[in-house]
């Protein structure tokens, strides 16, 4: 298959491009569109077969739902439940954003989106094109993150592009995403609303609006053999292909231990790599130092880390350590990703 590829330049022609991306998508196609989290690779949410293509698009397992993205807020209702008005609450705090929420669905979506489940996960992001893609396909799209399954989920189209190009119709590139990791996903089919998946929308903000808000267990603790309840936090995403430890402990302790664990691993023939806050990027030897940010920014740590891990793939890095980030606020979300990332590796400095 031949994957177009189509810039989206600010101009009037923007326009045009969103409406045949529109077309591809309500014939079954599949397109790729920038979000304000992550890539997503678009499918007409109300039809099976198009989620059946995402799946093989992805090599993605079908048992792993999908959420479906949205453009009105009256198009809530007619996909899901909302018995007790929780959702509306949530949606006028934070849509259009980062936030996905999980509840009962209607039989508008085929069982074929959802995994089999009788849950849907449901967003409403904020991404200019995303909402002009959304409307112009029908009003519902189903959008997993672009990537291969088992790879960092793509922050720009040039990522996409090297997952996905032949396998789908249509790329829109729309530059760097703003955030750089996925949506929080919020489970709201409980009496007790739970975070499946920490984002940059965080508990303390979900708080003030709900009340109590809990996180599921198994997202920070590695040694759970609970079953996560989002079926995909089960999978080992984000993966680079060298091996990725995370090393924790006192700062000035880290230092010493990354740099002895790259000593050793250099003297074994093996390509070295350190992921690390810009105060200590500079006190590290090894072949790659890549710098995530300050540390006290969580969001430039979120906007570089899927990027920094794809950079060392390409350059065939074979050992990676990471520092640990606080994981107060968004700092939650990163380190589940990057915990997710090393397989649950930690070393104590
Ligand atoms: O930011 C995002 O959410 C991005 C952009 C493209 O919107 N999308 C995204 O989709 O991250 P995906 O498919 O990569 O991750 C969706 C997660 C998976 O872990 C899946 O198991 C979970 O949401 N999920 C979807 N439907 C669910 C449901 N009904 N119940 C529980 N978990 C669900
Ligand atoms: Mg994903």
């Known amino acids: 298959m031949k994957t177009l590829y189509e810039v ?31 890539y997503g690779l678009g499918g007409d949410a109300l039809n ?36 007790d008005g929780r959702a509306a609450l949530i949606a006028r705090a934070f849509w259009p954003g980062p936030l996905t929420m999980i509840l009962k669905k209607k039989d508008t979506v085929p069982m074929e989106t959802t995994g089999g489940l009788s849950t849907v996960a449901v967003r409403f992001p904020s991404h200019p094109a995303a909402q002009g893609l959304i409307a ?20 720009s189209a040039r990522y996409v592009a090297e ?6 119709d249509m790329i829109l590139d729309g530059g760097d995403v703003g955030i750089g990791l996925e949506s929080t996903i919020l489970d709201l ?47 080992r995403h984000y993966a680079p292909k060298g091996e990725l430890a995370v090393v924790e402990g006192e700062p000035g302790r880290v230092t010493l231990r990354i740099n002895e664990l ?13 992921i690390a806050a810009d105060e200590t990027a500079p006190l590290y030897l090894a072949d790659s ?49 990057l915990l997710k990332a090393a397989g649950h590796h930690v070393i104590e400095a």
């Not at 330049?9 to 992550?38: M, N, Q």
């Not at 997952?163 to 789908?168: F, P, Q």
């Open 8 to 38: 989206m330049d600010g101009s009037g022609e923007d326009e045009k491009r969103l409406r045949k991306a529109g077309e591809i998508l309500k014939a079954g196609g599949l397109v790729a569109f920038p979000t304000e989290t992550v």
């Open 48 to 83: 099976p077969e198009s989620s059946r293509r995402i799946y093989a698009a992805k090599g993605r397992p079908s048992d792993n739902p999908l959420i479906v993205h949205i453009c009105r807020f009256s198009d809530l209702e007619r996909i899901a439940w909302d018995p």
């Open 136 to 155: 112009a396909a029908g009003g519902f799209v189903a959008a997993p993150s672009a990537n291969t399954s088992g790879k960092p989920s793509p922050t």
């Open 163 to 168: 997952d996905m190009d032949g396998r789908i």
């Open 189 to 235: 089919t409980e009496d007790e609303p739970m975070i499946l998946r920490p984002g940059y929308v965080t508990q303390e903000m979900l708080e003030e609006v709900l009340g109590r808000v809990s996180v599921d267990r198994t997202i920070l603790d590695a040694a759970s053999d609970r079953r996560p309840k989002a079926p995909g936090m089960k999978y």
């Open 262 to 274: 790259c000593q050793k691993a250099a003297a074994e023939g093996k390509k070295t790599g350190v």
């Open 289 to 337: 130092v890549k710098s995530v940010g300050s540390r006290a920014d969580e969001e430039a740590i979120a906007h570089s880390l899927y990027r920094i891990l794809r950079e060392f793939d390409d350059e065939g890095v074979e050992v990676m350590y990471s520092e640990a980030f606080p994981s107060k606020g968004m700092g939650q979300a990163i380190m589940n990703r």
